[in-house]
């Protein structure tokens, strides 16, 4: 069974920067594949970024592309994603996810575990 605890939301401006963490337990970790997702209020679940295990193979939303950068520490067992340039609709709460099924890693029903989610507010 793995676990995954998000961190590092918060408040912060318009123009502005977090960075959100994931840390995992309980299985190992190093092997998955891992993605970031985001929920705003009245919105569905959408795919933010995901990496492959080895880090190579990247992929962002488009909403989030040269915006927001997505690196791994395998010996933390953690996942980071690093926003900058932050947008007042880029506000929602944010997951953190392991071990997609198939192909389409864009589709939240395909991966496997998740965390609660941190919140992340950018006021304008």
């Known amino acids: 069974q793995v676990q995954l605890v998000e961190s590092g939301g918060g408040l912060v401006q318009a123009g502005g920067s977090l960075r959100l963490s994931c840390a995992a337990s309980g299985r190992t970790f190093s092997n998955y594949p891992l993605g970031w997702f985001r929920q705003a209020p009245g919105k569905e679940r959408e795919f933010v970024a995901s990496?492959?295990?080895?880090?190579?193979?990247?992929y962002y939303a488009d909403s989030v592309k040269g915006r927001f950068t997505i690196s791994r520490d395998n010996a933390k067992n953690t996942v980071y994603l690093q926003m900058n340039s932050l947008k007042p609709e880029d506000t929602a709460i944010y997951y953190c996810?392991?071990?997609?099924?198939?192909?389409?890693?864009?589709?939240?029903?395909?991966?496997?575990?998740w965390g609660q989610g941190t919140q992340v507010t950018v006021s304008s």
């Open positions: 990496s492959t295990w080895r880090g190579g193979n990247i």
């Open positions: 996810a392991a071990d997609p099924e198939g192909s389409n890693w864009r589709d939240p029903s395909q991966w496997g575990y």
